[in-house]
């Protein structure tokens, strides 16, 4: 492991990663680098994948603040999907609701991730793509309602609420 990020690590920064299994893999490196500086004990790498720490983040961040959005955990937001793609006009002709409602959710994750238009206009969209829509706009409507905000939004909605320096600083 690079000399530079054990500095850091042992300086309370947080190392961020895009998955849990690297989050581990560099865990387990910086152990072994501590044992073969001869530490006998030593405090544990605050290394965490993206989403955990944007959610650690979130709840830190937000535990001082008004009028908050209820942050959906993966269980709810699965139930959300699966009850309005059950509920739509399309559901007479899915064989398999549930895993449709998987797969939109990732669709949902996928194009906020990519900073993807769900609603463009102008342009020619297949029954499919038109059902997805219709999820993702009442999954929306919904979330605006009753102020919810899921994983795909949690970064947006963090970065908007620290341009308006509603959040004092990023923690290290």
Not at 77 to 99: A, G, K, T
């Amino acid at each position: 492991m690079n000399k530079d990020v054990i500095k850091l690590i042992q300086q309370g920064y947080s190392i961020l990663t895009p998955t849990m299994r690297m989050s581990r893999y560099l865990k387990n490196i910086y152990a072994a680098e501590q044992i073969n500086m001869g530490n006998i004990v030593w405090e544990s790498a605050d290394i965490l994948p993206w989403h955990t720490w944007l959610r650690r983040y979130w709840d830190e961040s937000t535990a001082y603040t008004d009028n908050i959005p209820y942050c959906l955990n993966r269980g709810q937001q699965q139930s959300i999907w699966l009850r309005l793609v059950q509920n739509s006009e399309f559901s007479d002709q899915l064989l398999q609701p549930q895993s449709v409602a998987l797969r939109a959710l990732q669709a949902w994750e996928l194009s906020h991730q990519w900073q993807i238009t769900l609603f463009p206009e102008d342009i020619y969209i297949n029954h499919d793509v038109r059902a997805f829509q219709s999820w993702a706009h009442a999954y929306q409507t919904l979330c605006q309602r009753e102020n919810w905000i899921d994983n795909a939004r949690l970064a947006d909605d963090l970065i908007a609420r620290m341009s308006k320096n509603v959040f004092l600083s990023l923690p290290k």
